[in-house]
């Protein structure tokens, strides 16, 4: 995956999230929105997986 395609999935991770402090409510609603979307687990597990890791750097 080159850069610009990483910086375009935390982009879209991070648009599925809507918010860039989430707090534990926030998570789990990312969660549902996805799930509601029809998005399958493993999905949602990597787009958890690049917010997550985001999230880690900022602190």
Known sequence: ????QTVEWHRQ???WLGN???SDADLKAFLVR???KGLKPSLCNCRIRAVKSVSEIRI
């Open 13 to 15: 991770s991070f648009a």
């Open 1 to 4: 995956m080159s850069l610009l």
């Open 20 to 22: 860039d402090s989430p």
């Open 34 to 36: 996805m799930r509601e």
